[in-house]
Antibody, heavy 120, light 112 residues
Framework: QVQLQQSGAELVKPGSSVKISCKAS????????MHWIKQQPGNGLEWIGW????????KYNQKFNGKATLTADKSSSTAYMQLSSLTSEDSAVYFC?????????????WGQGVMVTVSS | DVLMTQTPVSLPVSLGGQVSISCRSS???????????LHWYLQKPGQSPQLLIY???NRFSGVPDRFSGSGSGTDFTLKISRVEPEDLGVYYC?????????FGGGTKLELK
């Protein structure tokens, strides 16, 4: 069965960076885009961008250009998102989600989410 | 960016009742390929969102027929009939027609 297992919660200092992971299993990792979504406490959902692990191509929400960097390791079927120059506005839960293309265009499987807390 | 406006924000319901949630977009969600990429998700407390309806009116695998979606263009509706306890949570619409993809603000379905 498809599973996306994300790394654990992070407490990080303002101005620093953090890298969170999303390990995929149960499907061919290189055949599906992996997307990342942000959810601030009490707020809705915000799309960050995607990576296609097959060739490393990425696309970002312009709002997250320079903030988020998406990478993927085919050998371990793991996607990563690095967030840089962290501020309190980056405190949120971050989800990875598998994307189903081919004229469907939805997220069918999600990770459990990683809570990132930015605090001194 | 396409603004997705969901109403109501909060929706009290009695078990066994029927409710409707509205999602309106600031521009048409008809893609150049002719499809409309409007989807509905439910996020239960402490969980990740789960897909209910894709492309306006198609139920995802395992979703009961108590859930139905309709609409076109900029105006969409999710209906839930015979509400059960496991239906409680926050419902979101998502448009994946225009970049950047955007979600509605959410509708919290709760017991009266």
């Amino acid at each position: 069965q498809v599973q996306l297992q994300q790394s654990g919660a992070e407490l990080v200092k303002p101005g620093s960076s953090v890298k969170i992971s999303c390990k995929a299993s149960g499907y061919t990792f290189t055949s599906y885009d992996m997307h990342w979504i942000k959810q601030q406490p009490g707020n809705g959902l915000e799309w960050i961008g995607w990576i296609y692990p097959g060739n490393g191509n990425t696309k970002y929400n312009q709002k997250f250009n320079g903030k988020a960097t998406l990478t993927a390791d085919k050998s371990s079927s793991t996607a990563y998102m690095q967030l840089s120059s962290l501020t309190s506005e980056d405190s949120a839960v971050y989800f990875c989600a598998r994307f189903e293309g081919y004229y469907l265009y939805y997220f069918d499987y999600w990770g459990q989410g990683v809570m990132v807390t930015v605090s001194s | 960016d396409v603004l997705m406006t969901q109403t109501p924000v909060s929706l009290p319901v009695s078990l066994g009742g029927q409710v409707s949630i509205s999602c309106r977009s600031s521009q048409s969600l008809v893609h150049s390929d002719g499809n409309t990429y409007l989807h509905w998700y439910l996020q239960k407390p402490g969980q990740s969102p789960q897909l209910l309806i894709y492309r306006v009116s198609n139920r995802f695998s395992g979703v009961p027929d108590r859930f139905s979606g309709s609409g076109s263009g900029t105006d969409f509706t999710l209906k839930i009939s015979r509400v059960e306890p496991e239906d409680l949570g926050v419902y979101y619409c998502l448009q994946s027609t225009h970049f950047p993809w955007t979600f509605g603000g959410g509708t919290k379905l709760e017991l009266k």
